[in-house]
């Protein structure tokens, strides 16, 4: 019987041990993110579902707090605000961060280059994306984790936009990029402001349209109830959002703690492409049902716009950094036989 109770407490002091042991080596990670999306948009619950799946894959041990529709600061200065402390995360996109250097417009949309969000994600998988685009993020204090891509966005406008003769002198919300060039180069007059300032401008008349986002999310902030003419499929852009965290705090984290990281903006990719898909699909018949006018492009207008958007790649890559990033994904694309 003591032989007995010798063992049993012997147990209880090992289980003890080890408990002790686990809870001294796990490590809490704490992110303050911010995203441009409001938790209205399908994007911004896709963000909050990301965040879900990364608390339970660490088993609670990274905690996020998110910032939606850019409540901390505009959404051209998350970057920086991660950059230097104020925040930890930016999950917005690459694209506004362009006036640091025009390679990240690279880093968030090649304007009519890709197809279709799974060519451009193959370019992050197995076309050493993560370390081309490290080469940049980490000259900036940051680090790149991962992508998320709706798909092509679709044009709003209270005016038609049947083809690239409806764009002259048409004043529409631009994000800052190389689409503002493009959109000139067309005949249009781009307005680059934030995406919590579309809905009013749109319905002050102080813009006639707005690059903003896919059908789906389109119809999250609410410009189809003043801008009844849209594109579908969209075609013009097909932007990246990223997660980007600050340098020190990425290279303190834990490995299990990156490698959850990273998977989940893999998983979110996933999910986001095929979610928006399915959606931007059954949309667009509910949108032609209840009046929206909707345009599919002829070949001969996507011609045009193609012409112009190459031209602006190469007058837009003015850096080392921009050469680099444009070269490798072209080389990508003319590997898979998708450019010539």
């Not at 958007?309 to 998708?338: C, M, Y």
Request: contains cysteine; glycine residues 8%; negative net charge.
């Amino acid at each position: 019987m003591k032989l007995l109770k010798k063992l049993s407490v012997a147990t209880s002091v090992a289980a003890l041990a080890v408990g002790a042991a686990f809870s001294a080596s796990a490590q809490t990670t704490n992110l303050r993110i911010q995203t441009h999306f409001s938790p209205e948009t399908l994007s911004g619950q896709m963000a909050a579902e990301f965040i879900e799946d990364i608390t339970a894959m660490s088993n609670g041990e990274i905690q996020v707090e998110m910032f939606y529709a850019s409540s901390v600061v505009k959404s051209a200065e998350t970057f920086d605000a991660a950059a230097t402390g104020i925040l930890d995360c930016d999950m917005t996109g690459g694209s506004y961060q362009t006036g640091k250097n025009p390679a990240f417009q690279f880093a968030g949309d090649l304007n009519g280059g890709y197809a279709n969000p799974y060519q451009q994600m193959a370019w992050l998988l197995h076309g050493d994306g993560y370390n081309t685009l490290n080469e940049l993020y980490n000259a900036h204090n940051m680090e790149f984790i991962g992508w998320w891509i709706p798909g092509p966005e679709s044009l709003s406008s209270t005016r038609p936009i049947r083809g690239v003769d409806d764009f002259k002198n048409w004043k529409f919300r631009s994000p800052p990029g190389i689409i503002t060039d493009i959109f000139k180069n067309l005949g249009a007059s781009p307005i680059v402001m934030d995406f919590n300032e579309i809905f009013t401008a749109l319905e002050t008349g102080i813009i006639d349209g707005a690059d903003a986002a896919n059908l789906t999310n389109n119809i999250g902030l609410g410009l189809y109830d003043i801008a009844k003419h849209t594109n579908y499929p969209g075609f013009h852009s097909m932007p990246a959002d990223h997660l980007a965290c600050r340098k020190d705090v990425w290279d303190a984290m834990p490995d299990h703690h990156k490698a959850i990281l990273k998977v989940g903006m893999q998983a979110l990719a996933l999910k986001n492409t095929t979610i928006n898909e399915v959606k931007n699909a059954k949309n667009s018949v509910k949108l032609a049902s209840e009046g929206l006018n909707m345009y599919e492009w002829s070949p001969e207008e996507m011609a045009k716009y193609r012409s112009a958007v190459q031209s602006a790649w190469v007058d837009f890559a003015t850096t080392p950094e921009a050469k680099s990033l444009l070269n490798s994904h072209l080389d990508f694309l003319r590997g898979i036989g998708a450019m010539e």
